[in-house]
């Protein structure tokens, strides 16, 4: 459980407290394959911390964001979490939400051609593809 300690570590070695309800919520975040919404996180999260609320489960998604512990992304106007931060590919199904990552190594390469032609000092990327999971594809395909 390498990254939640690094998680955890980062924080505490910034000041911030470490609760049980923030380890809960790092910890389904590692855990799941999803990419869920914070609504999700909660309702997840209040099985085993029923006192939770869901202002403590943005405030800490937003903490851990911040830290760039987390990633977000926007899908049809619902921000996700992940907390996979390595440069990947986020497969998005455009039918029902749902998330996939693909580790790529060529899209550092991708980066430095881009830096090279652009003059740009290239900070952060994102890449997302969207179409039909393998699950939804065959509703439409003729």
Do not use: W
């Not at 309702?43 to 202002?55: C, D, E, G, Q």
């Amino acid at each position: 459980m390498k990254q939640m300690e690094h998680i955890v570590s980062s924080l505490r070695d910034e000041g911030f407290r470490i609760t049980p309800q923030r380890i809960a919520i790092v910890d389904y975040l590692l855990k799941t394959e999803d990419h869920p919404s914070a609504d999700l996180i909660h309702k997840v999260i209040r099985k085993r911390y029923p006192m939770v609320s869901l202002s403590t489960v943005y405030k800490t998604l937003e903490l851990l964001k911040e830290k760039k512990l987390v990633n977000e992304m926007d899908v049809d106007g619902e921000a996700r979490f992940d907390a996979h931060t390595d440069e990947h590919i986020n497969l998005v199904c455009m039918n029902c939400g749902k998330i996939d990552d693909i580790d790529e190594d060529s899209l550092r390469e991708i980066q430095i051609k881009a830096a090279r032609k652009s003059k740009y000092l290239i900070l952060k990327s994102s890449f997302e593809l969207s179409g039909y999971c393998s699950s939804c594809k065959s509703k439409f395909q003729a």
